[in-house]
């Protein structure tokens, strides 16, 4: 699995995507409810580089590949309740402990 660490792309966007997959997913911005989301799980991206502007590609997948795809989401203004199947896929988040 693909891990690029740390690293910060302005106007990003999926370019190339892949092998659709559903997976449970939460938000800091819904703290209490999660869903089931289908998603790529590769895909290509490409953004900026803050400062210099320089146009790089990233290619990910697995949850590198998710968590790309939520937060560019997020500067569209959509969350992964906009995203799941429907209601019957959002649940109350577990609490363990």
């Known amino acids: 699995r693909t891990g690029h660490g740390t690293f910060v792309l ?3 966007e999926v370019v190339e ?3 659709n997959e559903k997976a449970r997913e ?3 911005s819904v703290p209490d409810l999660t869903g089931d989301v289908k998603r790529a799980s590769r895909i ?3 953004g900026a580089l ?3 502007g320089e146009v790089v590609t ?3 997948d697995a949850f590198e590949a998710r968590a790309l795809q939520h937060e560019i989401d997020h500067c569209a203004g959509l969350l992964f309740l906009d995203r ?3 209601a019957h896929a959002i649940y109350a988040r577990k609490t363990y402990l």
Do not use: E, H, L
């Open 58 to 60: 990233v290619t990910t």
């Open 10 to 12: 302005c106007n990003a």
């Open 84 to 86: 799941a199947a429907g």
């Open 50 to 52: 803050p400062g210099t």
């Open 17 to 19: 995507s892949s092998r």
């Open 26 to 28: 939460g938000c800091m």
């Open 44 to 46: 290509v991206v490409r």
